[in-house]
């Protein structure tokens, strides 16, 4: 632990959620209701944790000695000191339980920078096990987000359907936590269809596919085992598509 106000992380630290809730209140007048009754909950319990670790602190030994400040009636200053750190950690729980109601509230909102900061923060405090339910929490709603986008992916559909397909699928890759379980495996399992409609697409529009475009390869599966690359094999689709679209007299809406 680090020579700070909370036995639990340092002041600097601890008060990063409450700049967060500071923010988003002075940020403009609709952030009303919800929002903002999570913001206030979290600055109070913020508040609170930092006066009873404050008391830890001022109760617990003097700096560099190792040992008690002086005190006369030892045994009282002992229960005191164990009763603050006891206040302490137990409104550390209800701030990182306030980060999560907050983040409920911002995703409701789909202010998914804001929640990613909050999951930031409980990690590097420690809290891994609430940053990774954040992280699931977020990457199911942006999911959900682009649900009808993906839906509707098949090595059938108008050119108008591809652009808005590599879209939501380029917004989950940015937007979708890394940590996210098998992200890069589930925007992967799109790739083949999505490549089959822009390979129907080129022969419709009597372009010959080039030796070493990669759209043949990823439309039948080549790409399946090979999550890592995802990126980059959406990004090839993207390219091919964009091509198509810029070739003169040619209708791709």
Avoid at 64 to 79: C, K, L, Q
Avoid at 137 to 161: D, F, K
Avoid at 197 to 206: D, K, N, P, Y
Wanted: aromatic share 4%; with cysteine; hydrophobic share 45%.
């Amino acid at each position: 632990m680090t020579d700070a106000a909370s036995p639990y992380l340092a002041l600097r630290q601890a008060v990063r959620p409450a700049i967060l809730a500071c923010r988003l209140l002075a940020g403009d007048q609709e952030r009303a209701g919800k929002l903002a009754t999570e913001c206030e909950d979290l600055l109070f319990l913020t508040s609170e944790l930092l006066k009873a670790a404050g008391r830890a602190r001022l109760l617990g030994p003097a700096p560099g000695t190792g040992s008690m400040v002086p005190n006369d009636d030892g045994g009282e200053r002992h229960a005191q000191l164990v009763d603050a750190y006891a206040d302490a950690g137990l409104l550390w729980a209800k701030v990182v339980g306030s980060c999560l109601a907050l983040a409920g509230a911002l995703i409701e909102r789909e202010d998914w920078d804001d929640v990613r900061a909050l999951a930031s923060f409980l990690a590097s405090s420690g809290e891994q096990t609430a940053a990774a339910e954040l992280r699931l929490v977020l990457g199911n709603a942006i999911w959900q987000r682009h649900s009808e986008q993906l839906r509707v992916i098949s090595n059938t559909m108008p050119p108008a359907a591809i652009g808005g397909a590599i879209s939501a699928l380029r917004a989950v890759l940015r937007e979708v936590p890394e940590e996210y379980p098998d992200r890069n495996r589930e925007v992967n399992r799109f790739l083949p269809p999505l490549a089959a409609a822009v390979g129907a697409l080129m022969r419709e529009q009597q372009v010959e596919i080039p030796y070493h475009s990669r759209v043949e390869h990823i439309a039948t599966g080549g790409v399946a085992k090979y999550p890592d690359i995802v990126a980059m094999s959406l990004d090839e689709l993207a390219a091919e598509f964009e091509g198509l679209c810029r070739r003169p007299g040619r209708d791709t809406t």
